[in-house]
Each structure stands twice: as C-alpha cells, then as structure tokens.
C-alpha cells in the first residue's frame, strides 16, 4: 500500500503563487508517474500536470506556462508550482501515482485533496 499526503494548499490572491507537494510512503517499489488532478465545486474532477518516471511532463492547456511540475525521487515527493495564479484554478488539488509492486501488480492511488482559494 502506498499512501499519499499533499500540502500547500491556502487562499491566495489573483496573479500570485502556491506551492504544492505530495509526498509517498509505505510499500514503495517503482513509482512510474506521479501528477495533479483537480476538482472545482460542481465540476468534475480534471487533469493538470503530470511527469513520468523519465522527467517527461504534460500539462492541461488551462495552465501551461504557468504551473510547473518536478519529482524528487529520493523523497518519493512530487511539487506543483502555481504562478500566475487566476480564479478559476479554485479548485481541491489531488495528487495521483500509479505504482507498480515488485511483483509488477500497477495501482493507481490518490491524495485526500488540498484546497487551493484564488480570490481577492
């Protein structure tokens, strides 16, 4: 099992910056990708950013050149950062792996969320 824990999450001004985290523990093998999803009041949940096990990264055109994801490897700990910050990025941030088991078993696992408040 792997468990996840984010932070960073805070209300925030338009036009300015958070930074969040997401940290893995537990039985830890190989974490192939790790990555942002987030889900706006009465939307459904959407993809941000995500970055794989060879530093390739993909973002939702909603925040390209805005937001910025990296992977620390040692610290099993994937970091968001949000400049440029607009309203409309209101939203609870979760952090998503997919893990792969020694035994090569795959398994997606999810953050419990983290609130991030764009609003003056």
């Known amino acids: 099992q792997v468990q996840l824990v984010e932070s960073g999450g805070d209300l925030v001004q338009p036009g300015g910056s958070l930074r969040l985290s997401c940290r893995a523990s537990?039985?830890?093998?190989?974490?192939?990708?790790m990555g942002w999803y987030r889900q706006a009041p009465g939307k459904q949940r959407e993809f941000v950013a995500v970055?794989?096990?060879?530093?390739?990264?993909n973002y939702a055109d909603s925040v390209k050149g805005r937001f910025t994801i990296w992977r620390d490897n040692a610290k099993n700990t994937v970091y968001l950062q949000m400049n440029s910050l607009k309203p409309e990025d209101t939203a609870v941030y979760f952090c998503?792996?997919?893990?792969?088991?020694?035994?090569?078993?795959?398994?997606?696992?999810w953050g419990q969320g983290t609130q991030v408040t764009v609003s003056s």
């Open positions: 970055i794989t096990s060879a530093d390739s990264t």
């Open positions: 537990g039985t830890i093998f190989r974490i192939q990708r």
């Open positions: 998503n792996v997919y893990h792969v088991s020694i035994v090569g078993r795959g398994n997606d696992y």
